[in-house]
């Protein structure tokens, strides 16, 4: 399986297990996506660099999660955020075929989205190793 | 005048001991340089994607203020307040561009050659503004 595919799957597992609504990529609104089913989490954009040592294969990742809420305030959106950092944070993740080396969050912000909701970006760099 | 220096353990040392204040106007000048890198391959980012050039024109390299003596630099965007919805995908067109952060993960994967290249640059362009003093 492919870095790309090992890492989202991993962070699906860890998100879904504290109980969290977690998708790839959220239906638009304009195809008729439901309103209920806020909140929830997307886990689908990752950015994979390369991070190979004279002996082994390893990548560089940013996972950006975002979070989307459409409560009355951005305090849904920040406990959402609580709970993704403690479970991620210097967390363990397990990974198919590779080696969890690392994750840890960068930064962590909460936008107002033109439909009213409201829209929290994590970004989390990890580092894995292919396992040989 | 000649002045001969090989390996960075020798411009560390040079930097260190005989010019302080120099090595600092330098690592201003570096942090800012691998900045502009950032900015510069956002911009190429945005190219075909956004419809008018005030984001483009308004994404630069900034100096900041230093930290524990080390020099700062960021990438800001002035006037073109829109640019989080493009990046995190809340645009018109609900495309998460992510132009910056594929700018900074590209730049950052080659940090070495790009950090050295502005630092040497820089380095050749003091000595010999300080020599014709």
């Known amino acids: 399986m492919s870095a790309e595919t090992v890492i989202q799957g991993a962070l699906f597992s860890a998100l879904s297990g504290v109980g969290l609504s977690v998708v790839d990529s959220a239906q638009q609104n304009r195809d008729g996506s439901d309103a209920s089913a806020f909140p929830y989490v997307e886990v689908g954009f990752v950015t994979i660099g390369a991070f190979d040592t004279a002996g082994e294969t390893g990548f560089d990742y940013v996972a950006r999660i975002h979070t989307r809420s459409r409560s009355a305030s951005m305090k849904e959106a920040k406990l959402i955020q609580g709970q993704i950092y403690d479970r991620l944070h210097r967390g363990a993740l397990t990974l198919v075929g590779y080696l969890h080396v690392l994750i840890q969050r960068e930064r962590s ?3 107002r989205a033109s439909d009213g909701s409201f829209h929290g970006v994590c970004e989390y760099r990890g580092l894995i190793e292919k396992q040989p | 005048m000649s002045v001969e220096i090989r390996g960075i353990d020798d411009v560390r040392r040079l930097l260190r001991d005989v010019m302080p204040k120099e090595a600092r106007i330098l690592t201003r000048q570096t942090t800012k340089d691998v900045a502009a890198a950032i900015a510069q391959e956002a911009r190429e980012n945005m190219a075909g994607h956004v419809d008018s050039g005030a984001l483009r024109s ?8 230093d ?17 989080r919805f493009l990046e995190y995908g809340d645009g018109p067109d609900g495309i998460e561009h992510a132009f910056f952060l594929r700018a900074k993960e590209k730049v950052m994967a080659d940090i070495d050659a790009i950090a050295t290249r502005a630092f040497v640059q820089r380095l050749v362009a003091r000595i010999s503004k300080v020599a014709g003093r």
């Open chain 1, 109 to 111: 912000e909460i936008i």
């Open chain 2, 58 to 65: 308004g994404t630069r390299a900034v100096q900041e203020r």
């Open chain 2, 67 to 83: 930290k524990d003596g080390v020099g700062q630099a960021a990438v800001r965007v002035r006037r073109a307040f829109y640019w």
